[in-house]
């Protein structure tokens, strides 16, 4: 596979019947889903879970989200979905990139991305990351110079 940054965490998925829309591709949410299923494999692949989250009453979350829908894709089509993170200045924020291809053009059929925003869980406000946090998602991140 061609991917646009080195590293990449994949995931294989596949559209299946309740996936597809009314226009007879993957619906758009689905993809949606399948970039939080990555991102949360990802994160637990680091030893980071939804766990540790509450734990450490910190979480990184989604300040923003942005998708680029290049092609459609089918039933029964197997793809894969990569995700970095990418490291920011600071302890508060970093981003998460996708990139979905197609397994049999190796054509990408979506990028994206997510500005995520280090928060305390209890108050819902932004918060410096822990050590455990920095300690595990900055060494596996690429830096946005790469990026």
């Known amino acids: 596979m ?3 940054h080195p590293k990449p965490f994949v995931l294989p998925v596949t559209p299946r019947a309740n996936d597809i829309d009314g226009l007879n591709h993957t619906n758009n949410a689905v993809y949606v889903q ?3 299923k990555v991102g ?3 994160s637990e692949s680091l030893g980071l879970s939804l766990a540790d989250y509450k734990r450490f ?3 990184m979350a989604i300040r923003r989200g942005e998708y680029d829908y ?3 894709t089918f039933i029964d089509e197997p793809l894969a979905l990569a995700t970095w993170l990418v490291a920011r200045e600071g302890k508060l924020l970093m981003e998460r990139r996708f990139q979905l291809v197609r397994d049999r053009d190796q054509a990408t059929v979506l990028r994206g991305r997510w500005e995520l925003v280090c928060i305390e869980l209890s ?3 932004p918060r410096r990351m822990p050590p455990e946090f920095s300690e595990i998602y900055l060494p596996a991140a690429i830096t946005a110079a790469t990026a």
């Open 123 to 125: 108050s819902g406000r």
């Open 34 to 36: 399948w970039c939080e």
């Open 40 to 42: 949360w494999a990802h």
């Open 70 to 72: 290049l092609l459609p």
């Open 2 to 4: 061609v991917w646009d």
């Open 57 to 59: 009453d910190r979480a």
